[in-house]
């Protein structure tokens, strides 16, 4: 088990720019979620996937935002012509699911994806 | 629509006192709820959680118990170490028959920083 990975750690970007993050979820979870966290901030929900289904998205995420998990394994998160306001720290986390009976569909999250906007 | 608050940091103690960060919610039903921390350089982790009313979480000598009549799930350590520095985030999710499911909502996190 290799925990949860993301891909860059760091991006540093231009105003008006697209930049796309990966996420790597744990080998066989069937969730995956993202997070975007601001300075100071508690993780905000942007979008979750079961295996390849979009199924909750965020108000947060504005049609700039786009995000895929073909194949129901790693997912993408793509910002278009990025703004000042979208810095932060973008995290993945992937779970379970509750197939296996357990109470509690625990999030593993992984190191993050920081953004800077210049 | 659900949100969490927490007490404000950052948090300075000296090794071995006693920790307390508070931590109250709003929800629409009965949430489960969390605290996840994390260290230096590191991606959040579970520290522990609760699914029902008078449960309580527990894991390496930190405690928490969901208190319905309050709403809220404090965070406590009886000793606190330097390697406890690190910052707390309380979270909830949906809770459907005790099975916790779902988005995690957040609170904005405290940081807890231990002297020796």
């Known amino acids: 088990d290799t925990g949860v990975s993301q891909d860059p750690r760091h991006k540093i970007t231009k105003r008006g720019q697209n930049v796309t993050f990966r996420c790597d979820p744990i080998s066989e979870h069937n969730r995956l979620y993202w997070y975007r966290q601001t300075l100071g901030q508690g993780p905000e929900f942007l979008t979750y996937f079961q295996n390849e289904a979009q199924l909750e998205k965020s108000r947060l995420l504005s049609d700039r935002f786009s995000a895929e998990r073909p194949k129901g394994s790693f997912s993408t998160l793509e910002i278009q012509r990025t703004e000042q306001g979208d810095s932060a720290m973008y995290l993945c986390a992937s779970s379970p699911g509750l197939a296996g009976g357990q109470s509690t569909d625990t999030q593993y999250f992984g190191p993050g994806t920081r953004l800077t906007v210049l | 629509g659900n949100s969490v608050t927490q007490m404000e940091g950052p948090v300075t103690l000296s090794e071995e006192a006693f920790l307390t960060i508070n931590c109250t919610y709003t929800a629409t039903g009965y949430p489960s709820l969390f605290w996840y921390v994390q260290y230096p350089g590191e991606g959040l982790q579970l520290l522990l959680k609760?699914?029902?009313?008078?449960d309580k979480g527990s894991n390496k000598g930190f405690e928490a118990t969901y208190r319905k009549e309050t709403t809220s799930f404090h965070l406590e350590k009886g000793s606190v170490q330097v390697s406890d520095s690190a910052v707390y985030f309380c979270?909830?999710?949906?809770?459907?028959?005790?099975?916790?499911?779902?988005?995690?909502?957040f609170g904005q996190g405290t940081i807890l920083t231990v002297h020796p």
């Open positions: 979270a909830l999710s949906r809770n459907a028959g005790g099975t916790s499911y779902g988005k995690l909502t």
């Open positions: 609760a699914t029902k009313a008078d």
